[in-house]
């Protein structure tokens, strides 16, 4: 699948994509878990760790996390649609639209630096909790399982 959209890449060389969000379902009623199978790649796919990427999930479906798991039973459509929300707006070049960015924190401004045309933004959603949980935990771009 391809990073900067939702649809399927006719081009096998392609080289911004991501695979497709693998779920699994354990537990009935109010102890259902929602469990992502290839979290470790998918983060990998998009060069954000693994942590960032389950956090917000929490954030956007008001639930609690741990490791690879989410409280509660959530489609694979909704988890496509926040997983997109979440790359247009913390991954994406504001400029080239290409997904070649880095996080740079400085005391409390976060800059999302582009790879590909060296483009600098700090127009993210500041209302967002992500944002302090970024700034808090100091990010890199490294994969944490």
């Known amino acids: 699948m391809n990073i900067t959209n939702n649809e399927n890449m006719e081009d096998e060389f392609f080289r911004y994509k991501r695979p497709d969000i693998v779920l699994n379902y354990e537990g009935h009623g109010k102890n259902t878990k929602t469990i992502i199978l290839n979290l470790l790649e998918l983060a990998n796919s998009l060069s954000r760790p693994s942590t960032e990427i389950m956090k917000y999930f929490s954030y956007e479906f008001g639930t609690q996390t741990k490791q690879n798991t989410l409280k ?50 700090s127009k993210l959603p500041s209302e967002h909790k992500i944002i302090n949980y970024i700034q808090k935990n100091k990010i890199s771009n490294k994969i944490v399982m």
């Open 72 to 121: 509660g039973m959530f489609s694979k459509t909704d988890m496509n649609n926040i997983l997109h929300k979440y790359i247009q707006e913390y991954i994406v070049c504001s400029l080239c639209s290409l997904p070649s960015t880095s996080y740079k924190i400085k005391k409390s401004k976060i800059k999302i630096i582009c790879s590909a045309c060296g483009n600098e933004s």
